[in-house]
């Protein structure tokens, strides 16, 4: 099985723009789940869809949002961009959520000038 | 804020030796997860350890999980220079929902 594929890997966008990210999860897992690391914060969550539906979301402004596809595919996106939006972007999934372990992606790292 | 808290943050050791990490977390769990990741990569997932549970082994790993102390640790044995990463516990997710918490790390260097 094709494990969480994450595009793209890196991403350099200025202050103002928008940015859109992609995520495929594992075949089957209908779980997704978005955080963003930084050195100062950790791992942060953002949100989690599930059948295409956000089923929690983190403390993050709504600058940041995303959807989930019929095909378990997501995004995310994040309009307005901060200089404090420089982090690395990890998307994980689960066959169903509910703490069972998630599979990561290797990430979107994406810098902001 | 972080549900969970690693301790110690960064832990140099020889290979061969054995390494402990630790975590604490502040509400009740119904799991607690460990998991980790090498520099540039996502998380791998490593152990589940239910809150009924005490201790659990997997390989080279024995996870222990306290509850009354909401605590927990991590002893990965006989350490490789390939066991060097950030390592992380996770709560959360109880209740169908996926809101996990993860704490800062511990980041471990296996010196060969």
């Known amino acids: 099985k094709a494990g969480v594929t994450q595009t793209p890997r890196y991403l350099i966008k200025t202050r103002g723009q928008q940015v859109t990210l992609s995520c495929s999860p594992i075949s089957g897992h209908r779980s997704v789940s978005w955080y963003q690391q930084t050195p100062g914060q950790g791992l942060q969550f953002l949100f989690e869809?599930?059948?295409?539906?956000?089923?929690n979301k983190g403390n993050f402004p709504g600058r940041f949002s995303g959807r989930q596809f019929s095909n378990s595919r997501s995004e995310m996106n994040v309009s307005t961009l901060e200089l404090g939006d420089s982090a690395l972007y990890l998307c994980?999934?689960?066959?169903?959520?509910?703490?069972?372990?998630?599979?990561f992606g290797d990430g979107t790292r994406l810098s902001i000038l | 804020s972080q549900q969970g808290e690693e301790d110690p943050q960064a832990l140099s050791i020889q290979e061969g030796e054995n390494a402990t990490m630790n975590c604490s977390y502040k509400?009740?769990?119904?799991?607690l997860q460990w998991y980790r990741q090498n520099s540039g990569r996502g998380l791998v997932h490593l152990i589940l350890i239910r809150s009924n549970e005490r201790e659990k082994h997997s390989g080279r790993l024995r996870v222990t999980l306290d509850t009354s102390k909401k605590s927990s640790s991590l002893l990965i044995t006989a350490s490789r220079a390939a066991d060097t990463a950030s390592y992380f516990c996770?709560?959360?997710?109880?209740?169908?929902?996926?809101?996990?918490?993860f704490g800062i790390g511990t980041k471990l260097q296996v010196i060969p």
């Open positions: 869809y599930f059948s295409e539906t956000q089923r």
């Open positions: 996770a709560t959360g997710g109880s209740g169908g929902y996926q809101k996990v918490t």
């Open positions: 994980a999934s689960s066959p169903l959520g509910g703490g069972q372990p998630q599979h």
């Open positions: 509400t009740s769990i119904n799991n």
